[in-house]
């Protein structure tokens, strides 16, 4: 049986950011509940009291406990996380409007741009559709 383990961190909290960190640290398969938080947008959580929770707090569940290694590393995660950086998911989102972008502005002038340009175009729209086809695929 889980336990709960309740970590209050007053500061936001980029949720995709936190999951890629807690996956790299090996600290996945457990839930995490955002109880003193409140979504601010689409990316960022706040800390709040909305819910009548205490604002920041966390509530993560873990069966099997954690040991206190994976508490010490889920320690240092939640200190040193800042929310304003983007996960690799959220960087490879941005790469992908900005590379639809070109290409949409490529197609109107086309007839101006080098061969070598053409090439590099051609193979920006290979990545995106790749990468519409599954968000996971990074060429």
Do not use: C
């Amino acid at each position: 049986m889980a336990d709960d383990l309740i970590k209050i961190v007053v500061k936001d909290f980029n949720q995709d950011l936190l999951s890629q960190q807690m996956g790299t640290a090996g600290l996945l398969g457990g839930s995490l509940l955002w109880a003193g938080f409140d979504r601010i947008n689409r990316r960022i959580y706040a800390p709040s009291a909305v819910h009548g929770n205490t604002p920041g707090e966390l509530v993560f569940r873990y069966d099997p406990h954690l040991t206190e290694a994976q508490q010490d590393a889920l320690d240092v995660i939640l200190a040193a996380h800042d929310a304003t950086q983007l996960s690799s998911n959220q960087q490879n989102k941005a790469q992908d409007e900005i590379d639809r972008q070109r290409f949409v502005q490529t197609f109107q002038d086309w007839d101006t741009l080098t061969a070598t340009q053409q090439l590099n175009r051609t193979q920006e729209l290979f990545r995106v559709v790749a990468r519409l086809v599954d968000s996971r695929t990074d060429i």
